[in-house]
């Protein structure tokens, strides 16, 4: 409310104020310019009737003092006092005598003095008989002006007045109180009561506003409404959304779980059917029945390839649950490195390859966790080894190190038949083979390289990938030299 209080004001007062300004102004200048005029005039007239006084006098008085009759120049100059504009008189007869004066000889600047000569005329020859010299006075035309001015400034002041409180009436009628009205209205919607219309009824500007003001709160209202409905709707959808959430949670939950349960309860079995086939195997041997010796082995491969699978469907499950651990301490890569060369040496060979590692002597000792980098060092490499026949893998080790981070850099390069495009997309993907001939050809579950990179992401690293099809492939893995416990697994690539 004070708000529209201080801009009603404000308004008025601006509108007042300068209305009296300009009035002001107006009417002064009409008075000063009617009072110069009157003024002007007046002094015409003064002088008009002074010549007119000096003329009459001289002509008489010429006479008087011819005729020596100084009484009657005494009486006609006293008279002379009767006009309100006389100031001083004064004759002197042609020897410069003075023959009356009257009035105050001290004069005036704004005062208007004659001189004129006495003269008279006998028998046609001119007689200098002296001069008279008559002052009057423009006082009493000031006075005038000045009492006139007081009077125009009293009557100036009441029409300005009577101007003012009409415009103030008129503001506060037609602007001010509307306008209070209008902004109370909005101050209601403001603080959220839409329900409310200006009741405004004059056919005037405001009157257009009260209109469109009422048309935009009924906009504004229906808006309102249909936001209120979709709010609902959202909150309802959210809900759902919660609770679809915390189910699927709760199933991934389950799964991880059932997963974890499984596959620790197929292994206790499956090494049961290993151990004792392979018992078989020695006791056929025994007994010479040659003939299950061959079936017997294609029980134990099938059995460890399902042994190996139920592992890798365990730790990435582990891992995509975020159950998997890290068990970081310091340690020599070189040992854990060279030590890889009797693990896959021999797989890598097998395929008639060349292996070689090249060792960075710059890293020492680091801080990271040694079974997951040999986890992950062995499925590279022993995917290498797989996929290359009379070629060459190669293992680099070496260290990269910028401002800020330090990091070790493992570079698998193969010969082998390596990958098209499309191949590279999804080779990280959990059960996905660059091709289906693949499984069939070379063996495996496709869950290796899915593993390898959540175990990267994990030590707070990553792995690339380069490959030319037919030519060759290179894996790039980047660790940190140091890493960190709890480092965030981010769901990027995560399937
Ligand atoms: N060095 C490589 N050269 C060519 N292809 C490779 C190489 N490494 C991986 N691949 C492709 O990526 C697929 C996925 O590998 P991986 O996840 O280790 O599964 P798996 O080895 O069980 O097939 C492989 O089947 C193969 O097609
Ligand atoms: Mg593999």
Redesign the pocket.
Known sequence: MSRSNQFKRTVRTHVLLSVAIVMAFIMGSAIIWNQYNTYMHDSKNLDTHGNLVVAMYTKVLGQLMWDLNYNDIGVMLSALQKDEVFRYAILHDSDNKILAEYGTKETAKNDISYLAPIEYLDDGQKHSLGNFKLVLTRNKLIENIQADILNNLGEMFLILMATLFAIYAVITIFIARPMRQMTMMMNQMAEGDLDRSVSYTRKDEFGLMATTFNTLTKKLRQNYQTLENRSAELEGANKDLETARSMAEAADKTKSQFLANMTHELRTPLNAIIGYSEMMVEDADELTTEDFVGDLQRVISSAKHLLALINDILDISKIESGKSTLDLEGFELKELVFDLESIVGPLIRKGNNGFEINFDETLVEVYSDQMKIRQCLL??L???G???HNGKVTLEVNREKTNAEDWMIFK?I?T????TEK?LKQ??NPF????QT??RK?????????I?EKIARLLGGNITVE?TLGE??R?IMRLPLKSENNPVLSSANQV
Not at 416 to 419: E, K, Q, T
Not at 442 to 450: D, F, I, K, Q, V
């Open positions: 499925n590279l022993s995917n290498a797989k996929f290359t698998i193969d082998g038949i390596g990958m191949q080779i990280f996905t083979q660059a091709d693949t499984t070379y063996g495996g579950t496709g869950l290796g390289l899915a390898t490959s060759g492939t894996f």
